[in-house]
């Protein structure tokens, strides 16, 4: 049951709208569990972020190809921090200090990497979306990666 929690979640960060345009289509949103936001993520990640930025059509033009790299430039990092949280799911909470120092450096270094990455895309997307939208896009960002690390933290034991 862990890995199968853990291994939908990994799929949404590797595969890579909480908010809804409306009062009613926000309070819908609000009502689904944070296992449903899962997998709306994971069918539609591009589809959420899209519909939640409500972009004129130019705007959407000029952020589509953006986000595509933007994708394409957190995958690494993504990809080695699901690496290590299996690795840490595997290990069933049970390691040796040098690799709990491992697997807890390679997660820190991913988080950093990412928050890199945020911040370069948040400088791109200025030049082409006013900062309103771009804040948005972020906080967009932050609040699909808060449903996926939730879902990811439920299935990893704490290290004895």
């Not at 033009?61 to 949280?85: H, N, V």
């Not at 709990?100 to 370069?120: C, I, N, Y």
């Amino acid at each position: 049951m862990r890995q199968t929690l853990l291994a939908a979640a990994l799929a949404a960060a590797l595969a890579a709208p909480i908010i809804a345009p409306t009062a009613a289509a926000q309070d819908k949103a609000a009502a689904l569990t944070s296992e449903q936001w899962m997998q709306r993520i994971q069918s539609d990640r591009t589809g959420l972020v899209m519909r939640s930025l409500e972009l004129t059509p130019a705007e959407s033009k000029a952020f589509a190809p953006l986000y595509e790299k933007f994708q394409k430039e957190l995958a690494p990092s993504r990809r080695e921090q699901g690496r290590a949280i299996l690795d840490f799911v595997n290990a069933d909470g049970k390691l040796s200090d040098a690799n709990a120092q491992r697997l807890a450096t390679q997660v820190l270094t991913a988080d950093r990497e990412q928050a890199r990455l945020h911040e370069k895309h948040f400088k791109e997307l200025l030049k082409v979306l006013p900062a309103r939208k771009a804040a948005r896009y972020i906080q967009i960002e932050n609040k699909l990666d808060a449903v996926v690390r939730y879902e990811t933290a439920k299935a990893i034991p704490l290290v004895q």
